[in-house]
């Protein structure tokens, strides 16, 4: 299918759009729902209908984009001259991205030393003012808070309502891509609103009518960045997956009623699960997901095990964000010996075993 209109224009009739706001796009959404030809095979559950959601290939490479066309668009609209943001990375790019479109400034808060290189090199380049601040992402965000109050910038984290209506366009596609809603969407959780802009996106399609169901919602955070988990907010949240290293979910009370609600759950994965379920990804379907998107696997893993989700169910991942952002984590995973090999025919057949 091929759209020429912009991601809000097209589905302007659920979202905050206006003849009035000036549209700010780099050509998100739209992105591919696939299936997966070699994974149920693998995992014994021959019977199940996987789809990968590949967020990925947005234009910042991540589904944030979805949110902050939105956001930035609504800020121009409203007059800003920045837009300001505390971000894991992923935020931070597609913040980055948009603002520069629009010409706005922008300036970005990042946990120092826990932001992949991809993602730092994009808010960089798309010309952001990035500061590292000592603390991790909560402490970032408290400070965005603080800061934005005294100037005219907006904040484009998740807080900011537009990013959420923007990121429920997500959830219509993958209806129009699967003809209906499927049984279980299976997300990652950071900060926990995009469960929640899925959540409005599916039950503001089957009210409309173009929908005759919603699907079960399964979130997966972390185990060391747990909060919704264990019931409390998590003072230094750990793990490899540093998009969802976050330790008290900004939508925490939408995301816990979306799951509730729907009959899903939010629960956890450990890092090896998520490493694991990265890796399989790339080996069994060719896709090359950033690490936290590979939670949405490792919780589908997790819950065929343990019986909650039939092997004959028709499921959804959403992978959100793209591998090509984080590639220090894959070579550490993988630590391929890549000693240079003369160029010489037997030497080659030997090292390679041919
Ligand atoms: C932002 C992000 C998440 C977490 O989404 P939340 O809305 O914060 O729960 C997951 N994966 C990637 C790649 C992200 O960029």
Known sequence: MHHDQPLIVRFRRFLPVTDATPIVTLGEGNTPLVRAENLPARL??????????????????????????????KALESGALAVICASTGNTSAAAAAFAAKAGLTCHVLLPAGHVALGKLAQAILYGAQVIAIEGN????????????????ATIVNSINPFRLEGQKTAAFEVV??????????????????NISAYWRGFKAYREAG???????????EAEGASA?????????????????RIGNP???????????????????????????????????????????????LAG?????K???????????????????????TAMDLVAPDLTAVPPDLRRLREVMGL
Not at 176 to 193: S, T
Not at 228 to 244: C, D, F, L, S, W
Not at 265 to 283: F, G, W
């Open 137 to 152: 992402f909560d402490v970032a965000l408290d400070m965005v808070r603080a800061l934005a109050a005294g100037v005219n």
């Open 300 to 304: 589908l893993i997790k819950h065929l």
């Open 210 to 220: 173009l929908a005759a169901g919603v699907p079960k919602m399964f979130g997966f």
């Open 44 to 73: 014994g559950v021959p019977d199940l209908a996987l789809y990968f959601k590949l967020e990925g290939l947005n234009p910042t490479g991540s589904f944030k984009d979805r949110g902050m066309t939105l956001a930035v668009s």
């Open 250 to 296: 900004a939508s925490w009370q939408e995301a816990a009623r979306a799951a509730s609600e729907s009959g899903g759950k939010v629960d956890s994965v450990t890092d090896q699960e998520i490493l694991e379920a990265y890796r399989l990804l790339a080996r069994c379907e060719g896709i090359f997901c950033e690490p936290s998107s590979a939670a949405s």
């Open 176 to 193: 129009d891509q699967l003809g209906r809603a499927p049984d279980y969407l299976l997300i990652p959780v950071g900060n926990a609103g």
């Open 306 to 328: 343990l019986g909650t989700i039939p092997p004959d169910a028709t499921v959804a991942c959403v992978l959100t964000g793209n591998g090509l952002k984080d590639p220090n």
């Open 228 to 244: 919704m988990v264990r019931g409390q907010p998590i003072k230094e949240p750990e793990t490899v997956a540093t998009a969802i």
